[in-house]
């Protein structure tokens, strides 16, 4: 699913720069660049919502080891957490695709 979504978001003019990053506590799918923004994305998939919604999966818990993986990616390619960077979540629920962009803040 996360090729699916990264070509959903390079529709959407954001540069993929590397799938599935293994960083200390956890891994990020996508991370990507838009403008002047360093995204860490997160690919949820659900066949359909009758287990629930895929944005519902992205609970704290989920979020805290997406940012410190976020920082694991920030310190092994000697970049700071105020270079403008930002956790977006793509939901794919069958064939429907929705990008929260901004979904949560960084926080560990």
Known sequence: MERK????????GYEILEYNFRGRGGEIDIVARENRYLIFVEVK???NEKTGSPLE?????????????????????????????????????GEKIRLVKNAFPFHL
């Open 5 to 12: 979504a990264g070509a959903y978001l390079e529709g959407l």
């Open 45 to 47: 998939y659900r066949r």
């Open 57 to 93: 999966a992205v609970d704290d818990r989920k979020q805290r080891r997406i940012c410190r993986a976020a920082s694991s990616y920030l310190a092994r390619h000697g970049l700071r957490t105020d270079q403008g960077c930002r956790f977006d979540v793509v939901a794919i629920t």
